[in-house]
């Protein structure tokens, strides 16, 4: 018996199918496949989030200065002219950063290997280049999933039958965090 199913699928278009799978259930938490896919979806998934559990709170909190644009009432930068160019003013401030720890760093690599990354595009600014918000989906599997799984061992997803599928009778399921 194989160690994983092979979907009818080449390998290239197996694992970027699948790595598109379990990207979609840690951002939406729900997806709808089919049954041999949801189960194989189920196993990375898993992983990635027991990956998340063992090392959500492996971090350190440091302080760094970082600059400002400086701005004005408007809103807007304000500028310098030097030697008759036009530069911006900054002002320096203290920021706290959470700095990853060696095996919280390793296991957000491993994270990446796996997740695609996800751009998201609020309804009311689209089509506009500066609304582009990238979404970081170690980070969410890391503070938002770890903590509501943290008392759990293992059975994070669930896998409800809906019925065979009107075009080639396959069963289709929907693939859920729990």
Do not use: C, W
């Not at 194989?40 to 709170?57: H, N, P, Q, S, Y």
């Not at 751009?119 to 989906?137: Q, R, T």
């Amino acid at each position: 018996m194989a160690m994983y199913r092979k979907l009818g699928k080449k390998s290239d278009q197996r694992k970027a199918l699948l790595r598109n799978q379990v990207t979609q259930l840690i951002y939406h938490g729900k997806i709808r496949t089919t049954e041999a896919r949801a189960k194989e979806v189920r196993k990375i998934a898993e992983k990635l989030i027991t990956m998340g559990i063992k090392e959500k709170d492996n971090f350190e909190e440091v302080t760094v200065k970082a600059k400002v644009a400086r701005k004005d009432k408007d809103g807007k930068r304000e500028k310098h002219v030097v030697d008759g160019k036009k530069v911006t003013l900054y002002d320096e401030i203290d920021k706290k950063v959470k700095k990853d720890l060696p095996s919280r760093l390793h296991a957000r690599r491993e994270m990446l290997k796996v997740l695609y990354p996800v751009v998201e595009m609020p309804a009311e600014n689209a089509g506009k280049k500066k609304a582009i918000k990238k979404v970081d989906l170690a980070e969410k599997l890391f503070t938002d999933i770890a903590v509501k799984y943290a008392g759990r061992n293992g059975g994070y997803t669930r896998i409800v039958k809906i019925g065979p599928r009107k075009g080639d009778g396959a069963m289709e399921v929907f693939l859920e965090l729990i």
